[in-house]
């Protein structure tokens, strides 16, 4: 091989090395500022998000209080755990902040007069008498400016606030975006 073909061959080599990083830091960049994929950890989220389901999540760069200022009940949540089996969980904004919240065999009520229909679950599991209603016994809570209370769809398959208490907000990474796999489910949801 002569010397020029040499120089042409590292240099090309070189030009793809470069495109590669390139695509790669791009890649990561957009991963880490504006979008996170993530595959669904659990069933808790089910049917409105089946185990294994892959997502993008929008992050969120904004201080807590901000956050809060923009939640509306029944977005979609990615925060870090705040019990250790899953280190990113996905659930369900029922309790905003400030707000009081309880509930009794199934019906949730916020702030006293107000009784919440989840119009993001089956009608089944809606129902006065479910399973997924019984399951619901929430002590009256109130919020801190700080905090929201969340729960899992699917409510007798879920670890959530009944659990671990309300989610601080300076623990949220950011909201459901898209689904992306499967391919026969992909697109944006319908969480309302």
Do not use: C
């Not at 400030?98 to 809606?126: F, K, M, N, Q, Y």
């Amino acid at each position: 091989m002569t010397a020029a073909r040499r120089s042409t061959t590292s240099r090309a080599l070189f030009g793809a090395l470069v495109v590669v990083a390139g695509i790669n830091l791009a890649v990561f960049a957009v991963e880490r500022l504006l979008v996170l994929p993530l595959r669904v950890p659990s069933a808790s989220m089910q049917p409105a998000l089946q185990r294994g389901d892959r997502i993008l999540v929008r992050r969120t760069h904004e201080s807590p209080r901000q956050i809060g200022n923009r939640l509306d009940r029944g977005d979609v949540l990615v925060f870090r755990a705040p019990h250790d089996s899953e280190p990113l969980t996905v659930k369900r904004v029922i309790g905003l902040p400030g707000e009081t919240i309880e509930a009794h065999e199934g019906l949730i009520a916020i702030d006293d007069d107000t009784t919440l229909v989840e119009r993001w679950l089956p009608d089944s599991e809606r129902e006065r008498g479910s399973a997924a209603a019984e399951s619901v016994e929430i002590p009256r809570t109130t919020l801190d400016e700080d905090e929201v209370y969340v729960l899992g769809d699917n409510r007798d398959q879920s670890i959530d606030s009944r659990t671990y208490g309300p989610v601080t907000l300076d623990r949220v990474v950011g909201s459901v975006l898209y689904r992306f796999w499967p391919l026969d489910r992909t697109g944006t949801v319908d969480w309302q």
